[in-house]
């Protein structure tokens, strides 16, 4: 039986060897705190957020705030059935062309991928927590979003809400983003 971390396996050929890192601290080691699992690994902590963002968006780690284990798809499952690429987005809503890609982004984890905490966020997108909370503060101001105290939630206002306010003609793509 191959270790989680072995050098031949599938799985680092398609998620590298960041998450490869972090997978061998959560599931060899047993470093169930994401922190604690970043640093076993050698990653700075946006590049460690990165890969367990990867590696749970696979489905090889469950995440909750302060806390990762192992999770229900082996490494062998999906060696063998790797995601889907994601689908290409020929256009986008209108609000972005007004808020910018940064707010995009933000607010896709939120809305899309059920992120709440502002610092797996922006490791997940790959931007800067300044760039990040002014994203979030735009969002925030906006209603698209709202703001607790270390975690973000959908905001009350709908994008189509958002546009009509700003006095634009409504054109959705098709994935309604």
Known sequence: MRSPA???????????PRCKAVYTQVAENRFNVPLVAIAAAGLTSSRGYEALAKLAAAGLINRAPGYVEVG???????ATNPPSAPESITSVHD???ILGRSCRLVHQQVVD????????IFATIGIGSTAGYRALTRLADVGLVQRGWR???????????FVREQG??????PNGR
């Not at 072995?6 to 590298?16: D, F, I």
């Not at 634009?168 to 793509?173: I, L």
């Open 6 to 16: 072995s050098e031949q396996h599938a799985a680092w050929k398609v998620l590298g």
């Open 72 to 78: 229900p798809v082996s490494l062998d499952d999906f």
């Open 95 to 97: 609000a972005w062309r």
């Open 113 to 120: 991928h059920g992120m709440t905490t502002p610092i797996d």
């Open 151 to 161: 975690t973000v939630q959908p905001g009350p206002v709908s994008l189509d809400e």
């Open 168 to 173: 634009s003609p409504v054109r959705m793509d």
